[in-house]
């Protein structure tokens, strides 16, 4: 390595910190720390989901429900994915050249491959049982595979019943591709604006219409919590202390729920609804999202075995949440199986199970398969964008 060339040879001037440029490149990078959030998100939500199922097939109730509001507590996992969707993506937008062709679609059709694959593959098992059941309609079958809300009020969950989270996710990747057919400056400030303008309109006119329940829902205002964690975040880069600080109030704010209470946020039906998303917000989307932005302020490296093992499930946390539900289903149908085993046990026997067969699926079918469509989306003339890589 040459050391002989002045300093400032060939320095080009940097953009300022509100820019999209590459001053921002060195502070929007993968985070390990991140990716580990995201394992302890997914195995929340199947914690929650797994005591239901024991509690349903168990002859004795297991001990945790008892315990003032556990039961249901893991279902803040969506809030913590939400506010983490919120950041990811607009680090993903905040990288984009100004000077790249067609970036709105290129942004979409990432997103496209990014969450359908396996998610259509998934969907396939209770598509089938509704077919066998004969419970399966036009209006259902469509909203499913595109991830889009119901024509009834209330929306309707989706074919794979975890998947109403993500028709909320595309709703906001649609916005952030809509602004950014008005170029990529203060695109984020301009989604910010975009989803704020839909709640008030909801909370001006209510949202008993399905297409109000998805665009005006408060529930969006967990991804625009994420948006402005990337706008601090570009600009200050990490903060140790003040990531310190807001780690230990955020996880001290979404812990105090179990003794407090969450006034039914957990309930999907009543945020398909519109009826509980402010309650959900304030319980669990605000302290979520500080609990996130602790995370990405705090710097540092995962390096011991164990910590890239939980990085891995970070990695895997999509598949892991997607098959839950057929895991699941399949571990209700074998209980008596394991019925002798205390309920308490059988809880964490689930999230085992749903843990494995989602690494398995992640390793065996969703990254193949994306890299395999993302490969020929690139061959047939993608633009060279950089993107976040999560």
Partial sequence: MSTSLPAKRHRKPQPPADSTGNSVQHH???KDALQILRAVAALLVVYAHSIDVVEAQAHAAPRQIRFFFLE?????GVDIFFAI??????TAVLRLSPAAPRKALDFIMR???RILPIYWIVTLIPL??????????P???FSSIFLLPSFTYPMLEPLLSIGWTLIFEMFFYYVLALNLLFGVRRVIERVILTISVFVVIGLTVGMHHPLLILVANPINIEFLMGCIIALVFARLGHRSALGTALLILGAAALGSTIFFGYREADHSGLVLSGVSSWYRVAYWGIPAAILTAGIVFRPGEVRSAFGRFCVYLGDASYSIYLTSVITLMIYGRLYRFVASVPADLNIFIGVALVTIVGAVTYSRIEKPITQFVSGVY?????PPVRTAAW
């Fill in 28 to 30: 929007l990078r993968k």
């Fill in 72 to 76: 249901n507590f893991g279902a803040c």
């Fill in 85 to 90: 969707s919120g950041f990811i993506l607009s």
């Fill in 111 to 113: 997103r496209y491959i």
């Fill in 128 to 137: 089938a049982l509704s077919v066998k059941r004969h419970q399966l309609g």
């Fill in 139 to 141: 209006q259902l079958l």
């Fill in 378 to 382: 690139r061959r047939h003339g993608a």
